[in-house]
């Protein structure tokens, strides 16, 4: 997707690693978000940031941590991994215009 | 945790049919109400959206209608096509530009 990327695309860790996925954009956008997508759940809203350094958390973010030191990076650190972390996470961002995201294309992380 | 409600879970029509999808909403304090359309393997991308100062928009073959009264608003597809096959999420908006998505409808149109 133009302007944001997600690395790595596909991760599998074991249970109780740490692991940090990467939202890198180059939009200028002051907003950024962190979403996981499980089947039968929809879009979960796990963190988001509202500037450099400024973030919040959303509906599901115990067991989830994130930073933001510069304003094109967004990262999401799982800190001890579980398996029910296993999921599809999503990084979204935007400029706070209106409610329009550009979702990344994903990372698909499996915990085993 | 404000929900929104979405319905049907699964959704099969034939090409040129119409494709209808419902959306309920609890937050009334925020005036944004976007629908996401999600191809496999891709991240969701923004596909049309209302201010509820208006009942009704339209673009192309779809169309958001808009019941503020009822609190819900939903998603009519014309002249549905097999490209059209994806999974589609209604949303409302929050503070800090934050959406909360529905669960998602994953629409089949066979040719």
């Known amino acids: 997707d133009a302007g944001i990327t997600q690395s790595p695309r596909h991760k599998v860790t074991e249970t109780g690693t740490p692991v940090t996925l990467r939202c890198h954009q180059t939009?200028?956008?002051?907003?950024m978000y962190w979403y996981r997508q499980d089947p039968g759940h929809g879009l979960r809203l796990i963190h988001y940031?509202?500037?450099?350094?400024?973030?919040d958390k959303g509906e599901v973010s115990d067991g989830y941590s994130v930073s933001r030191s510069k304003t094109e990076d967004f990262l999401l650190t799982l800190e001890s991994a579980t398996s029910s972390q296993t999921s599809v996470y999503f990084c979204?961002?935007?400029?706070?215009?209106?409610?329009?995201?550009?979702f990344g294309s994903g990372t698909r992380l499996t915990v085993v | 945790q404000q929900q929104v409600k979405q319905s049907p879970q699964s959704l099969i029509v034939q090409k040129g049919g119409i494709s209808i999808i419902n959306c309920a909403y609890e937050n009334t304090a925020f005036d944004y109400f976007p629908w996401y359309q999600q191809f496999p393997g891709k991240g969701p991308a923004l596909l049309i959206a209302?201010?509820?100062?208006?009942s009704e928009k339209k673009e192309g073959r779809f169309t958001i209608s808009f019941n503020k009264s009822a609190k819900q608003f939903s998603l009519h597809i014309m002249d549905s096509q097999p490209g059209d096959s994806a999974t589609y999420f209604c949303?409302?908006?929050?503070?800090?530009?934050?959406?909360?998505f529905g669960k998602g409808t994953l629409l089949t149109v066979n040719p």
């Open positions: 979204a961002i935007s400029e706070g215009t209106d409610y329009g995201y550009t």
């Open positions: 949303a409302n908006g929050g503070s800090n530009y934050k959406l909360t």
């Open positions: 940031s509202y500037g450099v350094k400024d973030t």
């Open positions: 939009e200028n956008h002051r907003y």
């Open positions: 209302i201010r509820p100062d208006v």
